[in-house]
Each structure stands twice: as C-alpha cells, then as structure tokens.
C-alpha cells in the first residue's frame, strides 16, 4: 500500500459520526447545518437539458470536452470577471472537469516535483482536499493560519523568504470555506507578484464565488487581478469553478479549470490518464447553465433571506458576523467547539461542524478551535429553526 495514505487523517465528518457514537439526540426532528450540500431546488432547465440529451450516452466525449462548452465557460468568465474577451482561448485555457473536488486533488499530483523541500501553502481551516492532495503528492502542507485580526486571510508578510523559495503550489479559496473571507483583488495582485518571485503556481478554489450579500459588489476572481496586473496569459494563475453551488446541481458534477495554457496542457496529459470524462449529457446540461443568471440571481437571494434571519436570531447570543461570501457562518462558541457540538446535538438534535475539525493546530494557535460551522444550505423555515434551537442552547447552557 501507499506509505502516504497513513499520513491522511480522517474526513470531518467521520470525526463527527465518531464524537456523536453513543448519543441520544433530542426527539425533534433533526436539523443539519453540517454537510455544505445546496437544498435549494436544481433548475429545470439543467434536469431538461440532461433528460434530452441522453441518447449522446452512446459516444465517448473527449477529456477536453465539447467546444460549446467551453465557449459557454469563456463567455461567462469574460462577463464574470470583466476579462477581455480575447484573452482567454477556449481551446487551451478552458478544461471542464467532474466536479472541482477530483480536479483540486489532481492538480497537485499534475504540478508537484515530489522532494524533501517542497511545499503546498494553504489557508488554516481549509477544505481538507487541499491536505490529502499535497500529502499524496510528496509535499508537505504548510498551513497558513486565517484568523479574525486579519479579516480570516493568511498574513502573507508574515511568511519567511526560506519558506516562500520551497513553496510549488498555493491553494486559495475566495469567498473561503469554512470563513465566508473574500479577498479583495489587491490582495490577489499581491500574491501574484509573489508567485512571479518565488515561482510557484496559484490554484484559486472560487467554487463560491457566485454566493455573495450584495449584488453590486461580486467577489474579486484571480484571472481578472491578473489580467489587470498586466499577466494577460494568466501565467502561474489556474482558477477552479464549479456549478454545484452556483446552479445548486452538486449531482451533476460539472466544473472546469481555467488558466496558464502551459499548465493546463500537463494538467489535460495527466487527466487523459487519471480523470474520467464529463458524459455528455452533463456537458450539454452545464453549457445552458453557464449561460443564465437569472436562476444565479435567485439563488443569492435565498441566502440573503436565509443569513439575514439567522442573524438576527444569533447575534445576540454569539459572536457571528455576515460573511463577505458563500452560505457558512462561522461563529465563535462559548465552551469548546468539539463540546458545543456534541451538546447540541445532544439537546437539540442540531448538527454542526466543530471547527477545529476543519483546521490545524500550529504550535499555540488552532484557527479553528472554539469556533464551529453553520452551512445555512436547509430551506429558510428550517433555517430559522435551527438558530432558534442554537439561541435555547446557548441560553441555557
């Protein structure tokens, strides 16, 4: 067997399953804000479209996927994120992938020369994908702590020049999991300039950037920082997009990678070998959804009904704030989070994630340890629900 595989730890949610082991949860009915899987209905036309274009199951499709596809994924990048239309070439800078989830874990085993030195830098909480990927790559994590005083984003001046030099691969997540921090395109023109330094290649995880409060202020991608630095072939800059959350279809599994030409070339190399091939009833079904906003536009509105009455139940009895982006909140806990957790599902039959499941600890300092994750994913009703519950826990803790 693969020595590394001992390295990997277990999933959070086996660490929750494992904390509950012996429990009798409340008698109500159970509410789960753990697992951040979208409840808001899939779109029609998406369901349509894959139901008619079933008799296409009888031809192979191409690792690269079908031109359509990729045109439909350079026009809403262009649109998106305010990049010139020529500047992206969907012929060989666009890849649709399976869900990013698979691509996120390849793309290191595409781009890490495996040696005692190398690094893979990523944020402290993260999504533990970027762990695994790095591990079984040969490299090893470099956790970079995302903490309240610096608006949870790593502190990149912090971070020595020695550690910088070993560094291959950088993970960023925009709007972040589990933080809801966005990072302004300032702060990815820094870290561009970084990579141009140090050599080492971004992998901007902006899976949620669809899901923000105010419609007039999207967040920042890293293909526009990019383009308006100036780096208008997007070099050592690959982005990571998904329809899961955006079109609420994680069962369609449907995203793509988008970027340097040069890597995406290796990348595409790899997964002729490695990554399954999106059917094509999915990629026609992912072409139509890349075309529309509005259902997009429904979609936010939802989690703006849902975190402004949340809140409002809440705020008054924890430390929560208004993420800059995505559908988690991330509060602070009274007692410990592994503690609240279990408590709560104890007293309420209320499922949260404690955050020190989703983080590392560094020396004295664990990012996540005393907070916990609320995925607002459930219908409003059940949302308001489950604040209710946390607020009468809390109350009568």
């Known amino acids: 067997m693969n020595p590394k595989l001992d390295r990997l730890q277990p999933y959070p949610f086996q660490k929750l399953a494992s904390l509950f082991e012996g429990i009798n949860a409340a008698s109500q009915s159970r509410i789960a804000f753990s697992i951040g899987e979208p409840k808001h209905p899939t779109p029609n036309f998406i369901r349509e479209a894959v139901l008619e274009h079933l008799h296409t199951l009888g031809n192979y499709p191409s690792t690269k996927g079908d031109d359509r596809l990729r045109e439909s994924i350079a026009e809403w990048l262009t649109r998106r994120f305010a990049i010139p239309s020529v ?13 990013t989830r698979e691509a996120l874990f ?21 999504y533990q994908i970027y762990e695994g990927a790095a591990l079984l790559s040969g490299a090893e994590p470099y956790y970079l702590s995302c903490e309240a005083h610096h608006h949870f984003l790593p502190e990149l ?9 070993r560094c291959q691969l950088f993970y960023l997540c925009s709007p972040g999991n589990p933080t809801g921090a966005v990072m302004s395109e300032d702060y990815l023109k820094n870290l561009i300039e970084l990579s141009d330094r140090y050599n080492f290649v971004i992998a901007s995880d902006e899976c949620y950037s669809e899901i923000y409060p105010d419609e007039n202020t999207p967040p920042q991608g890293l293909l526009g920082a990019a383009i308006r630095l100036g780096n208008t072939n997007f070099e050592r800059c690959v982005v990571f997009h998904s329809l899961s959350k955006r079109s609420n279809a994680p069962g369609l599994r449907s995203g793509f990678v988008a970027g340097d030409a040069n890597i995406l070339a290796r990348f595409l190399q790899y997964r002729t070998y490695q990554g ?8 026609a079904a992912s072409t139509l959804a890349w075309q529309d906003e509005d259902h997009v536009k429904q979609n936010r509105q939802w989690y703006r009904e849902k975190f402004a009455a949340v809140l409002k139940i809440l705020s008054p009895v924890m430390d929560v704030l208004q993420p800059g982006g995505g559908f988690y909140l991330w509060p602070k806990t009274p007692i410990s989070d592994t503690e609240f957790a279990k408590l709560l599902y104890e007293k309420e039959n209320v499922i949260v994630l404690p955050g020190s499941y989703l983080s590392r600890s560094q020396g004295f300092v664990d990012p996540g340890k005393d907070r916990i994750r609320i995925a607002l994913v459930a219908p409003v009703d059940e949302c308001i629900e489950g604040a209710l519950r946390i607020k009468n826990f809390i109350q009568n803790l």
């Open 87 to 99: 500047a992206i070439d969907p012929e060989r800078q666009i890849l649709p992938v399976n869900g």
């Open 276 to 283: 399954g091939t999106m059917p094509p009833p999915t990629q």
């Open 106 to 126: 390849a793309f290191a085993q595409t781009l890490v020369d495996p040696n005692p030195n190398a690094y893979v830098f990523m944020p402290n909480p993260f």
């Open 157 to 165: 001046d912090k971070i020595p020049t020695a550690d910088w030099e």
